[in-house]
């Protein structure tokens, strides 16, 4: 009973601090308590436009939501406002006692903004974001304290502020009941919005505690898509579940999967858990459009879309170019299950072109994805480790489910826990106190990738090491335990056995990640170099047109040591094609860096050369002699001298 006293005290308070602000802000604006309001009706076109702009609003209010209200409302002289944003009236309706429009002020076109027209219920909840009540001395200017105010702003399904509705009358009304009345009406109107928005296409779920509120304003709604991805939610939903829940799967929020809930009859509602826990009765509302079942012959598999047809020809180009490659028997043999790769996915059969102990490797881990064998992956940096595994998630029967990937170095050591568990609401302070899912279990039916997994805090490893045995996460300052299931792929640039020895990774959890060994090799040491080089241009230039490669520039390319691998080489590929204007990509387009690289192997040919035969002319005469010859063309220069780019520039007087 106290604590139910001690609430209303702080909602009373909280109401007094919000009319203050306001009034501080007035008094900012500098309106006096004596100054008449300042609509700044808007010129009755403009006004017709904003109606234009605003007709499904409008029309959601009006056909939707009074019809509901109006036997309450009829009675109590009250007058319903609708308006936009910036708070202009776009509709009234009602029969107020109030005189005439141009006392009240209440009219189509005029702006009630705080700024204007003082603390009033519509400017007040359009700054504040948030339902609030006026009442008559809440008025800022006292030409408005003949009425009292209710409004509730109105968000559309980007959460975006839309308008406000608002219940003025200058009548005594019971406060609460009207103000619970307009936030009530706002939300419906806010269903309604998501409604006429997904209703054709795409299965909703309403849900609620009790059952018999399944069909009322304030249920949680969540619209999916095909696969269960939840697109659209109202505000009720995220306040229910604590929780962000766009894109989320429905299988993470509720303990059903969405095949489920394509064949679950709409008049049943279900009892499930949500997040494992809190339980809930939900509705399936289907799509309406299939009802109506007329054929489309564009759901065949054999439709081919004007737009898809051009990247169809394309991937039959590709196709085409492998086929005069070698290798492409083999990798053929890598089935895909799951054709639906997005597009900044590289497919596993391109993951190599011809080198056959990458071919061998891509295959084992493909198979090993479908079986509980974690995955650990050794391998340079930028040798393509993220883009391997991207690529097995989405060629793995886990696809449909979300891909995790943590990079254990990039998190501050003291998150690292937090992140990856969990964590309880008020866990711990400074943690956003509606509490954390954390990425492991984000990841459930899914993939985990955690890379660079040998930065991991000891701490963190031994929870790590707990949840892999045991199958069960236990949030930061929870004692819950949530079962997951989880495909755990690793990556490390660093050798892991050193790591243990040096006392810095525990040896139990090496054994645990490490069921899969797999050592991505560096680009220098790949067979395929030439090929990955020309292919990865190809890539690039299907992103922006290009120049084209020479044979001589492949050759150049592929002698570098790619220090930085994968990575380097779509840099350095990147910075000379947007440098070349030429039709055909030369070595002065490449950046600096590449030659700096590539001078340390010729370095050492180069002192062997000018020293062991010492009659032989010294570089810094023989460049410059060269570049005259060759008419200070760098390149045939460095052929000739057999010296890079960057040596020429050096001795080059
Ligand atoms: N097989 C590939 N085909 C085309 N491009 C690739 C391939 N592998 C890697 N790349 C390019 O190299 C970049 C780096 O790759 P990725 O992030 O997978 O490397 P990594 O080994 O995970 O690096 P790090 O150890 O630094 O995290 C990618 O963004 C992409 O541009």
Request: a negative charge; glycine letters at 6%.
């Amino acid at each position: 009973m106290q604590d139910e006293k001690e609430k209303q005290q702080d909602v009373k308070q909280n109401h007094k601090d919000r009319i203050q602000d306001s009034w501080y802000r007035c008094e900012q604006f500098g309106l006096d308590h004596a100054s008449r309001p300042d609509f700044a009706t808007l010129q009755k076109g403009i006004l017709n436009d904003l109606v234009d702009q605003h007709r499904s609003l409008l029309e959601t209010t009006e056909n939707e939501v009074l019809p509901y209200y109006e036997n309450i409302l009829s009675n109590s002289a009250c007058m319903i406002v609708l308006a936009d944003r910036q708070g202009h009236v776009l509709n009234t309706w009602g029969q107020p006692r109030f005189g005439s429009a141009e006392e009240h002020g209440l009219i189509g076109g005029n702006q009630w903004s705080e700024m204007g027209a003082g603390t009033n219920a519509i400017g007040t909840a359009l700054i504040t974001g948030e339902a609030i009540q006026v009442g008559r001395d809440e008025h800022f200017l006292r030409a408005n304290r003949f009425m009292v105010g209710s409004a509730s702003p109105i968000y559309n399904t980007k959460n975006d502020l839309v308008g406000v509705l608002d219940i003025s009358s200058d009548a005594y009304l019971p406060q609460d009941h009207t103000f619970g009345m307009v936030k009530l009406m706002s939300l419906s109107v806010e269903n309604r919005l998501i409604f006429s928005a997904f209703q054709q296409e795409h299965f909703i779920l309403s849900f609620n505690t009790n059952v018999v509120s399944l069909d009322s304003h304030w249920s949680g709604i969540l619209v999916l898509d095909e696969n269960g991805i939840i697109v659209s939610a109202n505000r009720r939903a995220e306040v229910v579940l604590a929780r962000d829940l766009a894109l989320l799967n429905i299988n993470q929020v509720f303990d059903i999967e969405m095949r489920e809930i394509k064949h679950h009859p709409s008049s049943l509602p279900m009892k499930l858990l949500a997040m494992g826990r809190y339980q809930f009765y939900v509705k399936v509302i289907p799509p309406v459009q299939q009802i109506m079942r007329v054929p489309d012959f564009r759901q065949r598999a054999d439709y081919v879309s004007p737009s898809q047809l051009e990247t169809h020809v394309e991937n039959i180009v590709t196709v085409a170019d492998k086929v005069s490659n070698s290798v492409e028997k083999s990798t053929s043999s890598i089935k895909t299950p799951s054709p639906v790769v997005p597009d900044n996915v590289i497919p596993l059969a391109e993951l190599q072109h011809g080198d056959e102990s990458v071919e061998r490797l891509v295959r084992q881990a493909h198979k090993i994805m479908e079986k509980d064998i974690p995955i650990l992956i050794h391998g340079e940096t930028g040798a393509g480790k993220e883009i391997f595994v991207r690529s097995l998630h989405y060629h793995s029967s886990r696809s449909k489910e979300m891909l995790v990937a943590v990079n254990c170095a990039a998190i501050p050591a003291e998150l690292v826990e937090s992140e990856l568990f969990g964590y309880e609401k008020g866990a711990f302070t400074g943690a956003q106190n509606k509490g954390s899912i954390g990425l492991i279990r984000r990841a459930h039916r899914g993939t985990l990738f955690l890379d660079e997994i040998g930065e991991m805090p000891m701490a963190v490893q031994s929870r790590l090491l707990r949840v892999l045995q045991e199958r069960v996460v236990t949030p930061l300052g929870s004692t819950e335990v949530y079962p997951v299931d989880i495909k755990l792929i690793s990556a490390t640039n660093r050798t892991l056995k050193t790591e243990i020895k040096e006392g810095r990774f525990r040896q139990d959890l090496y054994y645990r990640i490490s069921g899969l060994n797999i050592e991505l090799p560096a680009l220098r040491e790949r067979k395929d170099k030439a090929e990955l080089i020309k292919y990865l241009h190809n890539r690039l230039r299907k992103e922006e047109p290009g120049p084209d490669l020479s044979e001589d520039m492949v050759d150049l390319l592929a002698k570098h040591p790619w220090p930085g691998n994968m990575r380097q080489l779509a840099h350095v590929l990147k910075v000379g094609m947007a440098m070349a204007d030429e039709e055909i990509l030369e070595d002065w387009h490449l950046p600096d860096d590449f030659f700096e690289d590539l001078d340390v192997i010729h370095h050492s040919d180069e002192m062997q050369i000018h020293q062991v035969d010492n009659s032989e002319e010294p570089i810094e005469k023989l460049i410059p002699r060269l570049l005259i010859e060759y008419k200070g063309n760098v390149s045939k220069t460095a052929k000739k001298a057999g010296v890079s780019r960057n040596t020429v520039y050096k001795y080059a007087k």
